[in-house]
């Protein structure tokens, strides 16, 4: 793994293309509701357990890292995207969009209140953390 100097996320390949960004992650949080702020909280808490997995921040999303980047996470006005990919569509009902990107799947889930990090939600990420270890 690869840490850039400047804004320390983590990539598989060094010297890899990014947009290099330096800012809090309190920065997503910034006027939304708390029920928001409470989630990531939750679903952070959860996934950090996996290891190895880091946690890094670009212009628009917070981005979880093992050998790659397997979970991105953007805070919208009223709820959280959570997008992981896997290498076929997963069936599921907790699914709002599964899109089909640079050989892979890209399955997002809309989360609004912590109670919604299911073993189910956590199952799924999962399945995306152990892909991207691959």
Not at 28 to 41: H, M, R, S, T, Y
Not at 74 to 79: A, G, I, V, Y
Not at 107 to 127: A, G, M, N, P
Request: charged residues 25%; negative net charge.
């Amino acid at each position: 793994m690869w840490q850039c100097p400047i804004c320390e996320r983590l990539f598989k390949t060094p010297n890899q293309s990014h947009s290099c960004v330096e800012q809090d992650l309190g920065v997503f949080f910034e006027n939304k509701p708390d029920n928001l702020v409470i989630a990531f909280d939750s679903l952070m808490t959860s996934v950090l357990n996996w290891e190895p997995n880091s946690v890094g921040v670009s212009k628009n999303a917070i981005i979880f890292t093992n050998k790659k980047a397997w979970l991105i996470v953007r805070p919208m006005t009223k709820e959280l995207d959570v997008k992981f990919y896997y290498d076929e569509s997963l069936d599921g009902d907790i699914f709002k969009k599964i899109t089909f990107w640079g050989g892979k799947y890209a399955h997002h889930i809309r989360i609004r209140d912590e109670v919604e990090i299911t073993s189910e939600v956590l199952d799924f990420l999962k399945i995306g953390f152990d892909f991207a270890l691959k």
